[in-house]
């Protein structure tokens, strides 16, 4: 079998779709027995040194704390956000009071779905 050349190689790489790079990795990490991933470095250093930064926030649940004065606005804008609840579905949580409008979306939906019900007179949170 011929040997090849790294720019070989390289060629090959370059003309592979995503697809097909990831069967190589996962083909070489199970013939090599090693991992793609990569190392994590640990500094060992004297006790109460500073943490690692925790990783930025990219899943968001927007929370409806109080619906303040005008409330059939912030039904108005719950529907809106939320198609598939009816008109007494929406206004039964309004007035229920603390619930979950939006879970698990990105932090741009989130900011904006933040931005309507305040804007509709609402007290929002987002965790």
Do not use: C, H, W, Y
């Not at 079998?1 to 720019?7: E, G, N, W």
């Not at 592979?16 to 070489?28: G, I």
């Not at 060992?44 to 649940?61: I, R, S, W, Y």
């Amino acid at each position: 079998m011929a040997k090849l050349t790294k720019d070989e190689i390289l060629k090959a790489v370059e003309e592979m779709t995503v697809l097909e790079l990831s069967d190589l990795v996962k083909a070489l990490e199970e013939k090599f027995g090693v991992t793609a991933a990569a190392p994590v470095a640990v500094a060992a250093g004297p006790a109460g040194a500073a943490e690692a930064p925790k990783e930025e926030q990219t899943v968001f649940n927007v929370v409806l704390v109080e619906a303040g004065a005008q409330k059939l606005q912030v039904i108005k804008t719950v529907r809106e956000l939320v198609p598939t609840l009816g008109l007494t579905d929406a206004k039964a949580k309004v007035d229920a009071g603390k619930f979950e409008v939006l879970t698990g979306v990105n932090k741009a939906a989130a900011e904006e779905a933040k931005k309507k019900l305040e804007t509709a007179g609402a007290k929002v949170e987002l965790k």
